[in-house]
T-cell receptor, first 113, second 117 residues
Framework: QQQVKQSPQSLIVQKGGISIINCAYE??????FPWYQQFPGKGPALLIA?????SEKKEGRFTISFNKSAKQFSLHIMDSQPGDSATYFC????????????FGKGTHLIIQP | GAVVSQHPSWVICKSGTSVKIECRSL??????MFWYRQFPKQSLMLMAT?????????EQGVEKDKFLINHASLTLSTLTVTSAHPEDSSFYIC?????????????FGSGTRLTVV
């Protein structure tokens, strides 16, 4: 059972455009929703994260929108740059920190110059 | 910021041998360490969770006798793949949570590419 569904699988965006990646979850016990960026051959790096009591969080060019009733959250990358080309994973966690993360399947993002 | 050092970054071993992967938290005490496995172009799958000084908890379907995890100190956790076979070839990544750490962050290592030939 896939607990976190991520879409699209791949995405091509022109430089300067907005990249949008969506995730949906099923487990209402999830209490923490991070987004990670991963480059080939490297471990994932935390981009931004949100808790379910907040509907939006912005850090620089990255924004998370969270819809608790729909059990969905999304990542928006504003003014997308070629250096943003990477694989992005949404994730979720239960247990207040004692549990590991459940990851979505990932989105391969390509920013065209 | 918090740093987790993972070694080796890549390893090639013969089928039937064992391989040990180390993860060290360099500037914080890792109360909990998580081990993930990632196949090419796929997501990270949690294998096990370990707390310092106690036995690891394995996810369903992960063989605890094959993937030995030791978390003997607050700064070091190891994953040993025993009697490795080609199907164990994968990217293994550790992640640590700090004791008394403010916030929800998980710090990931840089991963280990294991190839079993």
């Amino acid at each position: 059972q896939q607990q976190v569904k991520q879409s699209p699988q791949s995405l091509i965006v022109q430089k300067g455009g907005i990249s949008i990646i969506n995730c949906a979850y099923e487990n209402t016990a999830f209490d923490y929703f991070p987004w990670y960026q991963q480059f080939p051959g490297k471990g994932p790096a935390l981009l931004i994260a949100i808790r379910p009591d907040v509907s939006e969080k912005k850090e620089g060019r990255f924004t998370i929108s969270f819809n608790k009733s729909a059990k969905q959250f999304s990542l928006h990358i504003m003014d997308s740059q070629p250096g943003d080309s990477a694989t992005y994973f949404c994730a979720a966690r239960t247990g207040g920190g004692a549990d590991g993360l459940t990851f979505g399947k990932g989105t391969h993002l390509i920013i065209q110059p | 910021g918090a740093v987790v050092s993972q070694h080796p970054s890549w390893v090639i071993c013969k089928s039937g041998t064992s391989v040990k992967i180390e993860c060290r938290s360099l500037d914080f005490q890792a109360t909990t360490m998580f081990w993930y496995r990632q196949f090419p172009k796929q997501s990270l799958m949690l294998m096990a969770t370990s707390n310092e000084g106690s036995k690891a908890t394995y996810e369903q379907g992960v063989e605890k006798d094959k993937f030995l995890i030791n978390h003997a100190s607050l700064t070091l956790s190891t994953l040993t793949v025993t009697s490795a076979h080609p199907e164990d070839s994968s990217f293994y990544i550790c992640s640590a949570r700090a004791r008394d750490r403010v916030g929800d962050g998980y710090t990931f290592g840089s991963g280990t590419r294991l190839t079993v030939v």
